[in-house]
């Protein structure tokens, strides 16, 4: 009976050593030699395997066991054993019995290393010789049984063995039950204080509570039978031993080796299970093969400034400096490392997952996370991102009406007027722009309109597409500095290819400014009247400067007079000058005055008033007459004394306060023979004054004859009933020379505005011709020729400039693209063949948007100033750099909000994290902070993470 009783004893022993066998984890295959060595495993999955492999030493040492007691039972040890004596038989299988008990113990003391290991963690108290010290335990057992063993069987006290050994084991058991009883619940506390919305983790609590409370009830049971046989309280009895033993060996193997299967892995995160193995030493130097699945490209994790995981710095008090620190070894050591590419949204998908479900943050993961996400490079990029959004989307509002076949646009102003043009400074001056970039880009036009005249549009354009360059680079990850230092770069290097592609310029040579002017008309409303515009823009410079000496132009020399009517060829170049006032002659006083004799008064012709608001009361007619007859004698005084002077054409300022002339010295005027032309603007003072050569008269006493300009003949030219006149002054005798007027006329307002702005970019394309004497080819050939020098040159820079200056090249062959698209070319294919021109050394070849296709612009006479196009250039590169470096937008209250947000997130923080060390509460402060370097996760962070993540592979 008791022998069948073995028999299947045995078989469950031998049943539980196979499954234990089974349940030894895989070694996890390392991904080159040399980091295998620095790999170790995790703590969870490193316990099981020690726990499998001595649960199944235990067994087979059982089993060894149970066939000697079976093989004696049945005889066939009798030939062996046959000198000793029975006391000594006794011995001997008292301690074969005993003995596997002890393995026993040994392989459950595992389990309770690993909760001791794990409540320790949790506190961050550093325990490094934890692990020896319950080897030293085992050890120390092992050397006390075998002493006990050696002893009686030498003093012959060979019964005595079985008594020794039953307290030995016994006081073995209780202190085992104890202590796994002691730390499994405590781990089984924490856990569940961990993640309580957690399922998997709930499962985990469970396994933990049953092994640490069904385990040690066994234990004690035993315990407690060993120690009453031990003291010879109870008489042992065979079965009963045999029964206990299988509730204290086999029992609580099964029972662990039942909560060692490991929990469903689809519960987690699914790149969890793809990761394997941890890196505890160097997370910032390890292979690639690690992170692949996570779509990651860093090779490691951890802050390459620090040198790897900052923690490793910060020692507690009494922490050993030639060792790790508490820290590191409590929470790092072993840890989980993966790297998160947090630049993607899957990458932020799983920190968001972990930081859920992490323990320390303790319900301040999302607290964490938030920062983590809003860390200030990330909100950084998302300013950056959103204003060249708003800058692009100006730039594609003009991007349309770029070169001569470009589109005009139709501006309807508040007011109600309307507004056609072309030009992109006035286009985006009359834009009501909301987002700071975009008036950035308005302003952008608006300084190249001064510094140039021309190229409003080019400018915007190009500033658009070096956002998108921007844009494009910065998604891959590029610092906004880098670009913008290599974009600076390459607008240096963009200057020195225009100027080596300009032609010098003769300021004598009359036709070619002339080319450069009617290019310049040709993009815009009027350009059909391009021929005729162009000279007079030409010539009014010409006869303003001095071509040999002049440096500069001031373009208030030249007036243009708009006068509604005729048709814009009619616009001229007047020889002196011309008033869009008309006469006044209500009087019936003179308007064609020959040997003029002019002059120009400040003060008013009519009866003076007093300062004050007076009311005067006439009571009769004598007085009103006296009255009356008084103003009259003033007013004819004062004609007279201008009479005197030998006046005879009189200029009189506009006045706000009072009529500037009244009928009455109109009427004295007419008498006198005096033309009078009153409502002279006080801005055109200056340049009326100018033209003359002659000064302003303030007062009457002033007006001397030396104040009077001549003239051969001033007359007044009536235009028509409706369109009124206006008034020559030809053959200025006193003129110094240097100031000209130019007669705008066209046949409804909206095209004489226009014609007058064309005009005005004229004037300016001859004044950047003025300052800089260089020509240049149109048609996008500059643009083109710069990228191709561009991209050779980033060639020979390398590394990430490189690739910021070739995008820089790419992003200005958008200029012939959009010449190309608006002429209704194809424009990719244009914008092939001009890049084949240009590689074959065909410098000046740009878009032929008449005859569409690629030519010699210089042949065909489209040329432009060079300094129009290095200013576009440069101003465009400037005002990218400037939106790169913005990486935050507020406005005055919402700053201090801001800060008292963020102090207040960081009091928060503080109070939310245990009190445990103070490094544990930096390290969060300093995620916080935003110091995670772009598309990484610190090995911080997640160290705080994945501390989780080790508890879940337990
Ligand atoms: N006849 C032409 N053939 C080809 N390209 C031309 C011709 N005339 C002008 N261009 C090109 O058109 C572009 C200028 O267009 P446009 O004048 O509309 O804009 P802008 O000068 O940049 O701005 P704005 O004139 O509004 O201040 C330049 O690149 C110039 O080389
Ligand atoms: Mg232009």
């Excluded at 007047?574 to 002059?599: F, M, N, Y």
């Amino acid at each position: 009976m008791l022998l069948h009783v073995e028999w299947a004893c045995f078989l469950l022993y031998a049943a539980a050593g196979i499954a234990g066998v089974l349940l030894i984890p895989k070694r996890p295959r390392s991904t080159s030699g040399a980091s295998a060595t620095r790999r170790a495993m995790l703590p969870g999955m490193r316990s099981r395997r020690q726990l499998a492999l001595g649960l199944c030493i235990a067994n087979a040492v059982r089993c060894f066991s149970l066939f000697l007691e079976i093989e004696n039972r049945e005889g066939r040890l009798t030939d062996l054993l046959q000198q000793l004596g029975p006391t000594q038989m006794q011995w001997l299988w008292d301690l074969i019995s005993l003995c596997p008990t002890v393995v026993y113990l040994s392989a459950f003391s595992i389990v309770v290393s690993f909760f001791a290991q794990l409540h320790y963690a949790i506190n961050v108290v550093p325990l490094p010789l934890l692990d020896c010290l319950v080897v030293c335990v085992n050890i120390a057992c092992y050397f006390l049984v075998v002493a006990v063993a050696v002893c009686t069987y030498l003093l012959c006290a060979y019964h005595h063995l079985r008594a020794y050994l039953s307290c030995i084991i016994g006081f073995l058991y209780v202190t085992l039950a104890w202590s796994m009883l002691y730390y499994g619940l405590m781990v089984v506390t924490q856990l569940a204080e961990i993640c309580r919305k957690d399922p998997p983790v709930r499962m985990l609590i469970t396994r933990v509570g049953v092994v640490s409370v069904f385990c040690p009830a066994l234990f004690l049971v035993r315990a407690v039978c060993l120690l009453g046989w031990g003291s010879s309280m109870a008489a042992p009895s065979t079965g009963v031993d045999l029964l206990l033993a299988l509730c204290s060996e086999w029992l609580p193997t099964v029972v662990v080796i039942a909560c060692l299967i490991p929990i469903s892995t689809s519960d987690f995160p699914e790149e969890l299970t793809v990761d394997s193995e941890s890196d505890p030493d160097s997370p910032g130097t390890e292979g690639p093969a690690l992170h692949e699945p996570l779509m990651a490209r860093e090779s490691g994790i951890g802050d390459n400034w620090t040198g790897g995981d900052v923690t490793r710095s910060w020692r507690l008090r009494g922490d050993n400096p030639q060792q790790a620190t508490s820290y590191f070894s409590c929470c790092n050591l072993g840890k989980r490392s993966l790297a998160v590419d947090a630049s993607t949204d899957r990458g932020r998908d799983l920190c968001r997952r972990l930081a859920i479900s992490s323990d320390v943050a303790g319900g301040s993961a999302q607290r964490i996370l938030h920062s983590f996400e809003r860390a200030n490079d990330e909100k950084g990029q998302d300013v950056r991102l959103a204003n060249i959004l708003a800058a692009k989307a100006v730039s594609d509002t003009v991007r349309t009406s770029l070169g001569p076949r470009g589109m005009d646009k139709m501006i309807q102003e508040p007011k109600g007027e309307v507004l056609i043009s072309n030009d992109g400074a006035t286009i985006l001056s009359k834009l009501k722009l909301q987002h700071p970039t975009a008036k950035m880009m308005a302003e952008l036009s608006k300084a190249q309109d001064i510094e140039a005249g021309d190229g409003t549009t080019s400018v915007v354009v190009i500033a658009g597409a070096l956002l998108g360059a921007a844009e494009r680079l910065l998604k891959k990850g590029i610092h906004p500095q880098t670009i913008t230092e290599a974009f600076l770069q390459a607008a240096h290097k963009a200057e020195e290819v225009l100027d080596a592609v300009a032609q010098p310029v003769d300021l004598a040579d009359r036709e070619q400014i002339l080319q450069a002017a009617i290019t310049s008309l040709n993009s815009k409303v009027v350009s059909q009247e391009s021929e005729t515009l162009a000279p007079i823009a030409v010539d009014a410079v010409l006869k303003v400067t001095d071509p040999k000496s002049a440096k500069n132009v001031d373009l208030n020399d030249i007036r243009l007079v708009k006068k509604l009517g005729a048709t814009t060829d009619d616009t001229e170049l007047v020889e002196g000058l011309v008033l869009s006032q008309k006469a006044s002659r209500s009087a019936g006083g003179p308007t064609r005055v020959q040997d003029a004799k002019i002059g120009l008064i400040q003060f008013c012709l009519s009866a003076p008033k007093t300062d004050m608001e007076s009311n005067i009361q006439v009571r009769d007619y004598a007085q009103m007459d006296r009255l009356l007859r008084e103003e009259r004698t003033l007013l004819a005084k004062m004609v007279k004394q201008v009479a005197k002077t030998g006046c005879n054409v009189l200029l009189v300022q506009k006045s706000i306060l009072r009529d500037a002339v009244t009928d009455l010295s109109l009427d004295f005027c007419a008498k006198a023979k005096i033309m009078v032309v009153k409502d002279i603007e006080r801005e055109d003072i200056e340049f009326i004054s100018k033209i003359l050569g002659v000064e302003a008269a303030a007062t009457l006493d002033t007006f001397t004859p030396d104040k009077l300009a001549k003239a051969n003949l001033v007359h007044e030219e009536n235009l028509g009933t409706e369109l009124g006149s206006i008034v020559r002054f030809t053959g200025l005798q006193t003129s110094k020379g240097g100031c000209v007027s130019v007669l705008v006329r066209a046949s409804n307002q909206m095209l004489l505005d226009e014609t007058e702005r064309s005009i005005h970019d004229a004037l300016c394309v001859v004044r950047s011709l003025v300052k800089k004497k260089a020509l240049i080819a149109g048609g996008a050939a500059p643009e083109m020729e710069v990228a191709q020098k561009l991209e050779a040159w980033a060639r020979t820079v390398g590394g990430i400039t490189q690739v910021c200056i070739e995008h820089y090249a790419e992003a200005l062959e958008l200029v012939p693209y959009t010449l190309a698209e608006n002429a209704g070319m194809q424009p990719v294919e244009i914008v092939t063949q001009l890049r084949a021109a240009h590689a074959n050394g065909e410098k000046f070849a740009g878009i032929n948007v008449k005859k569409s296709c690629i030519s010699n612009m210089f042949k065909e006479n489209v040329v432009q100033p060079l300094l129009v196009s290095t200013s576009a250039m440069n101003m465009a590169t400037e005002t990218v750099r400037m939106i790169l470096k913005i990486d935050d937008i507020a406005s005055g209250h919402l700053v201090s909000h801001g800060i008292q947000r963020e102090v207040g997130r960081h009091v928060e923080m503080k109070r939310s994290l245990p009190p445990t060390s103070p490094g544990m509460m930096s390290s969060s402060v300093w995620t916080l902070r935003g110091c995670v370097p772009r598309r990484r996760v610190s090995s911080m962070t997640l160290g705080i993470i994945t501390e989780c993540a080790c508890y879940k592979l337990l």
